[in-house]
């Protein structure tokens, strides 16, 4: 069954992970994201490894069990 694998930004084509959407923000400076990394979209990564909006990740997770409200990154954890 497909789920919310973990919190993502993604901006001009790259996705940063991390188990908040904070720490994927520090992943995308990390890695040479030149700042401000806040404009990114942020969203979730799949179990299959796709980045999904917001509200397509709600629906994933209400799916699959994982919440039954609107997403943060702080419901998975």
């Not at 969203?43 to 699959?64: L, M, N, P, Q, Y």
């Given at each position: 069954?497909?789920?919310?694998?973990?919190?993502?930004?993604?901006?001009?084509?790259?996705?940063?992970?991390?188990?908040?959407?904070?720490?994927?923000?520090?992943?995308?400076?990390?890695?040479?994201?030149?700042?401000?990394?806040?404009?990114?979209?942020?969203?979730?990564?799949?179990s299959e490894?796709?980045?999904?909006?917001?509200?397509?990740?709600f629906k994933?997770?209400?799916?699959?069990?994982?919440?039954?409200?609107?997403?943060?990154?702080?419901?998975?954890?």
């Amino acid at each position: 069954m497909l789920k919310i694998a973990s919190s993502a930004v993604k901006r001009d084509g790259e996705v940063w992970t991390g188990r908040r959407h904070s720490d994927a923000i520090r992943q995308a400076v990390f890695h040479g994201a030149v700042p401000p990394i806040t404009s990114a979209e942020q969203g979730f990564v799949t179990s299959e490894g796709t980045f999904v909006s917001r509200k397509e990740a709600f629906k994933i997770a209400v799916a699959s069990d994982q919440v039954c409200r609107p997403l943060y990154s702080e419901d998975l954890w």
